[in-house]
């Protein structure tokens, strides 16, 4: 383990605090409206929109309320599906 870090801070790599989880609401201000959701039990993994879910609910409890259509697991992790918003031109330099 590195010396000066925690142990989280060692797996993770950085020192950078890990904050709250991001809400549905701030992801989608910041152009995503999918997770990707990933069963513990099988594997199946898909992207799934979430705009039905109210923007206070967080990206991981978004993830308890679903259920894999391929085994039925309710063990269900999500993060965002970054790749699925639309890509930003970037600011022209100088």
Known sequence: MAR???PDEARRGTKTPVGPPMTLGNMRK???????AK????????DVNV????????VPEAGRR???????GKRINTRPAWHTTA???LPPVG
């Open 4 to 6: 000066g870090r925690s």
């Open 30 to 36: 910041n152009g995503v409206h999918a997770v990707i």
């Open 39 to 46: 069963c513990e039990a099988c594997g199946h993994q898909a």
């Open 51 to 58: 705009d039905a879910l109210p923007e206070n609910v967080t």
């Open 66 to 72: 679903m259920r894999c259509s391929q085994c039925g």
């Open 87 to 89: 890509a930003q031109p």
